[in-house]
């Protein structure tokens, strides 16, 4: 079964201060993972994939098979950053299966 | 473009009316899914449709029901509304290759 953990649901740093927000999976065959962002009143955004191995507003993702895990990391919280994060995981032959989504993880930047 | 659009905003609805939201996909996009967002939860899928015909459906009961049309829009109809129904809903467009992008969403109420 495919299934996403997200184990914090609330993070709170200080700006500048590194970020990590936590992602495991579980799925028997090759996944595509991905990270959405919703800002306060905002529709769910794609901010990572991670097989274009791009870095937005300074977050990167690894994806690491041997620890089923695609954690989303920034070297230094910036205030707006605080929002919603989803991990979201989608299957082999993505084209037409569904995302599976974690439970999110709120991730608050105190100034 | 305007991306993924949806109507409506929002709506309000008494127990065990019935209730119809409307998806328009990213231009170019093929594939419309449908998610439940309750309050505090990430996004649950509900069904996909591609080629005007449900391709995956998720953990529903038959009350949620749906409908996609040629110019790939799509409907989600909820029939006997139950309190539990109130969510965000969702509706997320793709191509064989893309990653899903969300639309605004519509929010229901049901009293």
């Known amino acids: 079964a495919q299934r996403v953990t997200q184990p914090e649901k609330l993070l709170s740093v200080f700006k500048g201060a590194p970020v990590e927000l936590k992602c495991n999976y579980s799925y028997s065959g090759s996944p595509e993972l991905f990270w959405y962002v919703q800002y306060s009143r905002q529709r769910l955004q794609l901010l990572l994939r991670h097989i274009s191995r791009e870095s937005i507003k300074g977050f990167t993702a690894d994806l690491n098979k041997g620890e089923t895990s695609f954690h989303l990391k920034k070297p230094f919280a910036q205030e707006e950053d605080s929002a919603m994060y989803y991990c979201a995981l989608w299957g082999v032959g993505s084209g037409n299966t569904p995302l599976v989504f974690g439970k999110g993880t709120r991730l608050s930047v105190i100034a | 473009d305007a991306g993924v659009t949806q109507s409506p905003t929002h709506l309000i609805k008494t127990r065990g009316q019935q209730v119809t939201l409307r998806c328009s996909p990213k231009s170019g996009h093929d594939t419309v899914s449908w998610y439940q967002q309750a309050l505090g939860q990430g996004p649950q899928f509900i069904f996909q449709y591609y080629e005007e015909e449900e391709r995956q459906r998720g953990n529903f009961p038959d009350r949620f029901s749906g409908h996609q049309f040629p110019n790939y829009s799509s409907e989600l109809n909820v029939n006997a509304l139950l309190l539990g129904d109130s969510a965000l809903y969702l509706c997320?467009?793709?191509?064989?290759?893309?990653?899903?992008?969300f639309g605004p969403g519509t929010r229901l109420t049901v009293l």
């Open positions: 997320a467009s793709s191509h064989r290759t893309g990653g899903p992008l």
